[in-house]
């Protein structure tokens, strides 16, 4: 019974009785069974947002001067935090009595990212007197009583901005579900359908992401609208690409891992890597890239055992 994993060569060689040696012959003997399959390790897309500090505040305009502001008066109290740190849909935070036109939410790191960020998901909570970003919320009937159901003409698609100082904030572009998630979702005082925003140009090396938008429901009276600047948020997600960002005409180095017996080897087998990188067998990422873009594909981890697959996303400016 084989006791050793994968191949090992036997040299053989004959005698008899008279001294005479026959050719050496070479037998190759493998054992294909046991070991473990590969399991790679590193390179996935991940939430940076656990990581950061959540924000929440409300401005007199998109292009005015923010104030933090979160809502104390519930039972317990929840600050920001409950957005990034954890899963539940019950638990939430608003920016309920902002006297103000704008709301916004969103994740602010200490040291810029080094992963590139390429989409935003946004659970909500919605309100039937508000509670997300638009002019305001009211039903099918317009009543905007208990259990409306949210309709488009109630929603304006809130604007994606990102920081590298911390302080300056730059809009960015973006595609979204938004408008088709949350039109005819009900405003029954629970967290909503996720909307993602994916970003045009995943973004690394910034030190804040936010979404702002103008309005956020009639909170507190549907007449005159007191509280408009009125977002309550369940969860905020903020997902990279998988792999650091690499700069053009700089060397990159990333080495893929994973568990398992025996020897494993990787390789590409979908996609492409930027110009100028390559992979080796022994999960080695690098090269030095020449051109910039997004590029995605597969990586493969294999031994006698098994294989995995991986999607990657690379990101190069």
Known sequence: MPIFI???????????????????????????????????????????????????????????????????????PET??????????YAYADTYGAQATDAYVGITWGTATTQAISSINLTMYLFV????????????????????????????????????DGTTWSTVSETDNYLSQLTGAPANGSAGPVVTFNLTTPQT???????????GGTAANF??????????????????SGL???TVGSAYHFTYTATGTPTITFSKTAGSWPTGLSLASSGALSGT???????TGTVTAANSAGSASQNFSIVTH
Not at 47 to 65: K, R, V
Not at 205 to 215: A, Q
Not at 223 to 238: A, D, E, M, R
Request: hydrophobic share 30%; aromatic share 6%.
């Open 289 to 295: 890239p020449s051109v910039a873009g997004t590029f």
């Open 6 to 76: 994968g191949s090992n060569v036997i040299r053989v060689v004959a005698h008899d009785a008279y001294g005479n040696n026959s050719t050496v012959a070479t037998l190759t003997v493998t054992n294909s069974s046991g070991g473990t399959a590969p399991v790679i390790t590193n390179g996935t897309a991940s939430d940076l947002a656990p990581g950061g500090t959540a924000i929440m505040g409300y401005a007199s305009s998109l292009t005015g001067t923010p104030t933090s502001y979160t809502n104390f008066a519930k039972s317990p």
């Open 244 to 246: 650091p960002a690499g």
């Open 205 to 215: 090396g910034i030190k804040g992401v936010r979404l702002i938008g103008t309005g």
């Open 80 to 89: 920001p935090a409950v957005i990034n740190g954890g899963t539940s849909t």
């Open 223 to 240: 007449n005159t609208g007191l509280y408009p600047g009125f977002i309550g948020v369940s969860q905020l997600k903020t997902n990279t």
């Open 129 to 164: 007197d508000g509670g997300w970003f638009g002019p305001k919320n009211v039903n099918a009937n317009g009543t905007g009583s208990t259990g409306g159901n949210i309709v488009a003409t109630s929603l304006t698609v809130p604007t994606l901005q990102v920081t590298t």
